[in-house]
Protein backbone atom coordinates (compact mmCIF):
# COMPACT_ATOMS: atom_id res chain seq x y z
CA UNK A 1 0.00 0.00 0.00
CA UNK A 2 1.47 3.37 -1.33
CA UNK A 3 1.89 6.21 1.56
CA UNK A 4 2.52 9.55 0.87
CA UNK A 5 3.80 12.14 3.43
CA UNK A 6 4.16 15.86 2.43
CA UNK A 7 6.24 18.51 3.87
CA UNK A 8 8.33 22.02 3.08
CA UNK A 9 5.35 24.28 2.54
CA UNK A 10 5.19 27.55 4.31
CA UNK A 11 4.68 31.18 3.54
CA UNK A 12 6.76 33.09 1.23
CA UNK A 13 7.13 36.72 -0.37
CA UNK A 14 6.42 36.71 -3.82
CA UNK A 15 9.62 36.30 -6.09
CA UNK A 16 10.66 33.49 -3.52
CA UNK A 17 11.59 29.92 -3.02
CA UNK A 18 10.12 26.53 -1.23
CA UNK A 19 11.32 23.38 -1.57
CA UNK A 20 8.04 20.58 -1.27
CA UNK A 21 9.20 17.05 -0.22
CA UNK A 22 6.80 13.91 -0.57
CA UNK A 23 8.04 10.45 1.41
CA UNK A 24 6.92 7.68 -0.58
CA UNK A 25 6.53 4.39 1.05
CA UNK A 26 5.13 0.69 0.15
CA UNK A 27 6.00 2.29 -3.36
CA UNK A 28 9.07 1.57 -6.00
CA UNK A 29 10.26 4.25 -8.22
CA UNK A 30 10.44 2.42 -11.73
CA UNK A 31 6.92 1.23 -11.46
CA UNK A 32 5.10 4.42 -10.67
CA UNK A 33 4.11 7.91 -12.00
CA UNK A 34 4.40 10.56 -8.94
CA UNK A 35 3.59 14.01 -9.14
CA UNK A 36 2.19 17.48 -8.01
CA UNK A 37 -1.33 18.66 -7.62
CA UNK A 38 -2.54 21.85 -6.34
CA UNK A 39 -5.87 22.93 -5.10
CA UNK A 40 -6.94 26.86 -4.17
CA UNK A 41 -9.68 27.71 -2.00
CA UNK A 42 -12.62 27.94 -4.84
CA UNK A 43 -10.73 26.47 -7.80
CA UNK A 44 -10.36 22.68 -9.32
CA UNK A 45 -7.42 20.81 -8.59
CA UNK A 46 -4.45 21.32 -11.19
CA UNK A 47 -1.61 19.15 -11.92
CA UNK A 48 1.36 20.79 -11.45
CA UNK A 49 3.96 18.59 -12.27
CA UNK A 50 5.44 14.87 -12.88
CA UNK A 51 8.01 12.77 -13.24
CA UNK A 52 7.73 8.36 -14.39
CA UNK A 53 9.70 5.50 -13.25
CA UNK A 54 11.72 6.44 -16.80
CA UNK A 55 12.99 9.79 -15.18
CA UNK A 56 10.27 11.77 -18.15
CA UNK A 57 9.04 15.06 -16.39
CA UNK A 58 6.23 17.21 -17.01
CA UNK A 59 4.98 20.23 -16.08
CA UNK A 60 1.65 22.64 -16.56
CA UNK A 61 2.62 25.66 -18.19
CA UNK A 62 1.57 28.27 -15.56
CA UNK A 63 4.77 26.45 -13.60
CA UNK A 64 7.19 25.89 -16.87
CA UNK A 65 10.82 27.61 -15.93
CA UNK A 66 9.86 28.15 -12.69
CA UNK A 67 9.42 25.06 -10.61
CA UNK A 68 11.42 21.60 -10.87
CA UNK A 69 10.29 18.27 -10.28
CA UNK A 70 13.05 15.59 -8.93
CA UNK A 71 13.34 12.24 -7.28
CA UNK A 72 15.55 10.72 -4.80
CA UNK A 73 15.31 7.17 -5.66
CA UNK A 74 17.36 6.02 -2.89
CA UNK A 75 14.87 7.89 -0.39
CA UNK A 76 12.01 7.27 -2.42
CA UNK A 77 10.87 10.93 -1.99
CA UNK A 78 9.93 13.30 -4.63
CA UNK A 79 10.77 16.78 -4.18
CA UNK A 80 9.03 19.75 -6.38
CA UNK A 81 11.74 22.89 -6.29
CA UNK A 82 9.49 26.07 -6.31
CA UNK A 83 11.05 29.54 -7.54
CA UNK A 84 9.68 33.03 -8.47
CA UNK A 85 7.07 32.11 -6.44
CA UNK A 86 3.51 34.36 -7.47
CA UNK A 87 0.38 34.87 -5.34
CA UNK A 88 -1.18 32.68 -7.37
CA UNK A 89 0.96 29.62 -6.77
CA UNK A 90 -0.66 30.25 -3.54
CA UNK A 91 -2.95 26.43 -2.58
CA UNK A 92 -2.73 23.62 -0.93
CA UNK A 93 -0.38 21.10 -2.82
CA UNK A 94 -0.77 17.42 -2.79
CA UNK A 95 1.86 14.58 -3.78
CA UNK A 96 -0.22 11.84 -5.90
CA UNK A 97 0.92 8.50 -7.60
CA UNK A 98 -0.47 6.09 -9.70
CA UNK A 99 0.76 2.58 -11.36
CA UNK A 100 2.87 3.68 -14.61
CA UNK A 101 2.03 2.57 -18.21
CA UNK A 102 5.17 2.85 -20.47
CA UNK A 103 5.02 5.42 -22.71
CA UNK A 104 5.65 9.50 -22.72
CA UNK A 105 2.38 9.98 -22.93
CA UNK A 106 1.62 8.75 -20.03
CA UNK A 107 3.21 11.59 -17.73
CA UNK A 108 1.85 14.35 -19.50
CA UNK A 109 -1.76 12.48 -18.90
CA UNK A 110 -0.38 12.12 -15.55
CA UNK A 111 -0.96 15.88 -14.56
CA UNK A 112 -4.23 16.47 -16.79
CA UNK A 113 -6.58 13.84 -17.41
CA UNK A 114 -5.38 10.66 -15.57
CA UNK A 115 -7.22 10.51 -12.32
CA UNK A 116 -3.69 9.27 -9.61
CA UNK A 117 -4.34 6.31 -7.41
CA UNK A 118 -2.59 7.67 -4.23
CA UNK A 119 -2.68 10.87 -2.49
CA UNK A 120 -0.76 12.90 0.51
CA UNK A 121 -2.28 14.71 3.08
CA UNK A 122 -1.16 17.88 1.47
CA UNK A 123 0.95 20.89 2.99
CA UNK A 124 0.00 24.89 2.45
CA UNK A 125 1.97 26.88 -0.10
CA UNK A 126 1.12 31.03 0.66
CA UNK A 127 2.97 33.60 -1.43
CA UNK A 128 2.07 36.66 -0.63
Known amino acids: HVQLVESGGGSVQAGGSLRLSCAASGYTYSTYCIGWFRQAPGKESEGVAAIDGDGSTTYADSVKGRFTISQDNAKNTLYLQMDSLKPEDTAMYYC???????????????????????WGQGTQVTVS
Open 96 to 118: AAKELVHGGWFVRAFISTISPTY
